[in-house]
């Protein structure tokens, strides 16, 4: 079965400041793994995805992730925090089940970012 | 951004009463999903389909029935709604179900049930 741990439900940074956003996960085959964020009022917006290619994942608005098969992690980094990221991120993991794939969504992280 | 269309975009009803939510696309992706978020939860998959008139059930599909007629929408309807079907309801779409292929989102229906 597998399973994705977003490690914080909450992180607060100031604006210009690094962010990490920490994800674990478990699958008993090679995941694919993505990153969403959610806006207020707003549906979930793809922030970037690793499909067993690259482990160094580049996405949209300076995200980044590396997945790190070792570790069983797919951490999620921005050199430096803008206003506009604060929003909710949701860590996924896709796995086969049978003869699906199967989405399965951490619990989120609220990252607020400060002036 | 794909196009999703969720309608309505907030309902308030009573219980007992039938609630239908409507998501249309205009992508022709074959696949198309209902998930519910809830705080603490995530997002939980209730139904999926993968084509017109095939429908399979999620990991919380009690209480809720879907339907797909045409490509491009997908009915979530609760038969008799309940105080616990409070919640809201993101539909989403792919082209595959193959794990390598995100899905895309709509902005959500917020419903509350009286």
């Known amino acids: 079965a597998q399973s994705v741990t977003q490690l914080d439900s909450h992180v607060s940074v100031s604006e210009g400041t690094p962010v990490l956003l920490r994800c674990n996960y478990s699958s008993s085959y090679s995941p694919s793994l993505f990153w969403y964020v959610q806006h207020p009022n707003k549906g979930l917006q793809l922030l970037l995805k690793?499909?067993?290619?690259?482990?160094l994942v580049k996405g949209i608005n300076g995200f980044e992730a590396e997945f790190k098969k070792s570790e069983t992690s797919f951490h999620l980094t921005k050199p430096s925090a803008h206003m506009s990221d604060a929003a909710e991120y949701f860590c996924v993991v896709s796995d086969r089940g049978g003869s699906n794939y199967k989405l399965t969504f951490g619990k989120g992280t609220l990252l607020t970012v400060n002036p | 951004d794909a196009g999703i269309t969720q309608s309505p975009r907030h309902k308030v009803t009573e219980t007992g009463t039938p609630v239908t939510l409507r998501c249309h696309q205009t992508e022709n992706h074959r696949y198309m999903y209902w998930y519910r978020q809830d705080p603490g939860h995530g997002l939980r998959l209730i139904h999926y389909?993968?084509?017109?008139?095939?429908?399979d059930k999620g990991e919380v599909s009690d209480g809720y029935s879907v339907s797909r007629s045409k490509t491009e929408d997908f009915l979530l309807t609760l038969e008799s709604a309940t105080s616990s079907q409070t919640s809201v309801y993101f539909c989403?779409?792919?082209?595959?179900?193959?794990?390598?292929?995100?899905?895309?989102f709509g902005d959500g229906t917020r419903l509350s049930i009286l």
């Open positions: 389909s993968y084509g017109v008139k095939d429908t």
């Open positions: 690793y499909t067993s290619a690259a482990t």
């Open positions: 989403a779409i792919s082209e595959s179900i193959g794990g390598r292929q995100p899905q895309h």
